[in-house]
Structures are given as C-alpha cells and as structure tokens.
C-alpha cells in the first residue's frame, strides 16, 4: 500500500496545459499558428515547444516535433517511455507518428482539429490496433481556452489586408 507521504506529487492536466499555452502565445507573438506542446515525465517538464514552422522554414516544426526533440535530448534516447504530451491543438498525422516512434505512454491534447487531427478529428490512427505500440490519447482538456486563442489568431489574420 502506498502511503499519502510517498507519492510523488502530480500536477494537474491543466497545470501542465497552461503550460502548453504559454507556448502557444509565444508562437501568436512570433507570428506563428498558436501551438505549444510541453512533454512531462514523472512530473517533470524534459522538453517544449512551440510552432515554429515559418521561423524555421522547416514542414518538420510543429510544437510537437520541437517538445519531442527537446524531451529525447534530454533523456538520451529518442525512445521516451513513461512520459506524456500535453499539446494546445490535437496532434496531425505527422506528429502522431513522431509521437508512435517515441514510445509515448500517453498524449493529452486541448482543442479538436477536424480537418488534420489524427487523433478523431479527421481520422483516427490512435484507434488502430496493428500499430506497434499503444498510445493513450485523451482530448478536451482546457479545450475553449485553446479554441479560443486559435480561432482568434485567425480572425485576426482574415482582417488583415497585408
């Protein structure tokens, strides 16, 4: 029996969200689609990013990608098993293969992206059961907060006439 006294401490999901909008506002600021991502292991933060795919002039720089790179350099292995994800925009198909190769036990995600989601907005890969390795993928988590900034970030790019 574990005992209260030797329990780690666990912060929030939405702890480790806001987090992730940190990130994201600092890509808003850098003119950048609001997305941060923030990878925790044993309650403690190995890797973050944020967008950065125009700054980079890289397809690759998704805040996803940018956190999983910082995490496995971190930890010395690309594989990252016993850590989470917690990202601002349900991850694509290319960052949930990223997230497949790392061997990540679970990502937890805010806002739904119907159109390039993989994780139930557009398809599903989560759900497929010949994939090597199971990760546990749980969306919703401060979902209007994350919403709100992207929907806002975009209404504010349609008003502009540059």
């Known amino acids: 029996m574990v ?3 030797t329990q780690e401490p666990r912060f929030s999901d939405a702890y480790w969200m806001d987090q992730a909008l940190e990130l994201a506002r600092q890509a808003w600021a850098l ?4 997305v ?3 990878v925790v292991r044993s309650n403690v933060l190995i890797g973050q990013g944020s967008n950065r795919p125009i700054g980079l002039a890289d397809p690759t720089g998704h805040a996803e990608i940018i956190a999983l790179r910082q995490a496995a350099q971190t930890m010395g292995n690309y594989r990252l098993p016993g850590c989470r994800l917690y990202v601002t925009l349900e991850p694509c ?3 949930s293969g990223a997230i497949f190769h790392a061997r990540l036990d679970e990502v937890i995600f805010g806002a739904s992206d119907p159109k390039t989601g993989a994780a139930g907005g557009a398809l599903n890969v989560y759900s497929f059961s010949g994939i090597n390795h199971q990760t546990q993928i749980r ?3 401060l979902a209007e907060t994350s919403s709100a900034l992207l929907k806002k970030f975009f209404a504010e790019r349609r008003g502009r006439t540059d």
């Open 139 to 141: 969306g919703g988590v």
């Open 31 to 34: 003119g950048e689609v609001p």
């Open 93 to 95: 198909l290319m960052c």
């Open 3 to 5: 005992t209260e006294s």
């Open 36 to 38: 941060g991502a923030v």
